[in-house]
């Protein structure tokens, strides 16, 4: 499971910073109907690993950071989402089944390939024009659970260069005319019907250098952006 986090975040990293210089909003193709009344958003804690990349290109994973940019993260989510009048429950990670957990880990690898397949031009002919994905029947636990409708999962990494590094990058450009990565944050977000698994809204955002989701102008500008067109 470590092997394809690793893959799946280098590989997500790639594809949003080539292929996505704009935010762009997925619905989901079949009928959704938002149930009636008020309904119950479940919020889980946001899944991120930040990384520090080395002149040497070696990439060092780092837990401060990481637990830093979840909780700004996580505290900006529950801000806009409270100012939008959102009824929510926070799902408590540590007494999750191992159902689950397994949903939440599915959730990773069809976000992640949501991503190939919708931002990267490469879509699969069966989806090619339509947005059908799903987690399946199995969310129902989660609904039960926790007593909620719909949950939101989102799923960011990111990259920071040294200083060696970018000095690096900044003479191979000079010299050929190609730089490497001066590092940069990705997320995506996936709003689940409880009901039935079904994807019903995807997003992803990304920013550049210029921006830190670990503090909180960083993290409003990144939950912002990934928030567009939230349909509830």
């Known amino acids: 499971m470590r092997d394809f986090r690793s893959i799946a975040g280098a590989l997500m990293a790639v594809l949003l910073l080539s292929a996505c210089t704009s935010t762009k909003t997925l619905k989901t193709t079949n009928e959704f109907k938002r149930i009636d009344g008020e309904a119950t958003l479940l919020l889980l804690e946001p899944d991120v690993e930040l990384r520090f990349v080395k002149a040497s290109e070696v990439r060092e994973t780092r837990a401060d950071w990481t637990e830093a940019a979840e909780l700004m993260l996580l505290s900006e989510l529950e801000k806009q989402l409270k100012a939008r009048n959102i009824s929510m429950t926070q799902f408590e990670l540590g007494e999750a089944t191992p159902r689950e957990i397994q949903l939440i880990k599915l959730h990773e690898a069809v976000g992640t ?60 450009g000079a010299a050929f005319g190609v730089t490497g990565s001066m590092g940069g944050q990705q997320a995506f977000a996936s709003l689940i019907d409880l009901r039935t698994g079904d994807i019903v809204w995807f997003n992803v ?28």
């Open 205 to 232: 955002a990304q920013t550049g250098v210029g921006s830190d989701m670990r503090d909180a102008d960083g993290a409003e500008h990144m939950i912002t952006n990934l928030l567009k067109k939230f349909p509830l």
């Open 113 to 172: 390939t949501i991503v190939l397949h919708r931002y990267a031009n490469l879509p699969l002919p069966s989806k090619k024009d339509t947005f059908d994905w799903s987690l399946g029947p199995g969310v129902q636990e989660m609904a039960r659970n926790n007593d909620a409708d719909y949950a939101l999962l989102l799923y960011a990494r990111g990259e920071y260069a040294s200083a060696g590094k970018q000095v690096a990058n900044i003479l191979m």
